[in-house]
T-cell receptor, first 117, second 118 residues
Framework: DTGVSQDPRHKITKRGQNVTFRCDPI?????LYWYRQTLGQGPEFLTY????????KSRLLSDRFSAERPKGSFSTLEIQRTEQGDSAMYLC???????????????FGNGTRLTVT | AQKITQTQPGMFVQEKEAVTLDCTYD???????LFWYKQPSSGEMIFLIY??????QNATEGRYSLNFQKARKSANLVISASQLGDSAMYFC???????????????FGDGTTLTVKP
């Protein structure tokens, strides 16, 4: 278990630029989640993959956000035309399939901190 | 929709004493999971303890225990014998059951910042 890794750890970009983040989940986990966390708040769900299929996307997510998991392994999150309001910590998590009644917590990466100037 | 409420933005506890962090939840699903995570200043979210909605007994993991009161929809975290390293942000989360139509995603509260005093 090498853990969930995210790259980069920090990203500073100018408003209007595009950014892309990468997440490598725990290899045997088929579920991958992206969350966004702003200071003083809990993580907010963005989107979710089961293997390579993106099965749910938050209604809060604008069309500027897109995520992929092309081979069911690593995932990328792209933000186009960044805005200052996009500044946040972007967390990736992976887990096993959970049907309820089973202990299958989320395993989080260290996150990518995005600052839009 | 699922909702998690943590009403204590900040808590202080003396080293070696016990502390309770409150969490209430709201859901219409009969099957769900309740989790607590710890987030130190370094930023990594660490899983602490789990309670299933059908579990009859309160969960325990070392110094952590979960006071689960289903009728009141509360799932409070109890940390016994607090240590300086327990100073962190603590999040309560509820996970919906996964399946063909459900993501099994987790909804988080806004957290409680715990400070352990020496």
């Amino acid at each position: 278990d090498t853990g969930v890794s995210q790259d980069p750890r920090h990203k500073i970009t100018k408003r209007g630029q595009n950014v892309t983040f990468r997440c490598d989940p725990i290899s045997e986990h088929n579920r991958l989640y992206w969350y966004r966390q702003t200071l003083g708040q809990g993580p907010e769900f963005l989107t979710y993959f089961q293997n390579e299929a993106q099965l749910e996307k938050s209604r809060l997510l604008s069309d500027r956000f897109s995520a992929e998991r092309p081979k069911g392994s690593f995932s990328t999150l792209e933000i186009q035309r960044t805005e200052q309001g996009d500044s946040a910590m972007y967390l990736c998590a992976s887990s096993l399939f959970w049907q309820g009644g089973k202990n299958s917590p989320l395993h989080f990466g260290n996150g990518t901190r995005l600052t839009v100037t | 929709a699922q909702k998690i409420t943590q009403t204590q933005p900040g808590m202080f506890v003396q080293e070696k004493e016990a502390v309770t962090l409150d969490c209430t939840y709201d859901t219409s699903d009969p099957s769900y999971g309740l989790f607590w995570y710890k987030q130190p200043s370094s930023g990594e979210m660490i899983f602490l303890i789990y309670q299933g909605s059908y579990d009859q007994q309160n969960a325990t993991e070392g110094r952590y225990s979960l006071n689960f009161q289903k009728a009141r929809k509360s799932a409070n975290l109890v940390i016994s014998a607090s240590q300086l390293g327990d100073s962190a942000m603590y999040f309560c989360a509820m996970r919906e059951p996964g399946g063909d139509t459900n993501a099994g995603k987790s909804t988080f509260g806004d957290g409680t910042t715990l400070t352990v005093k020496p």
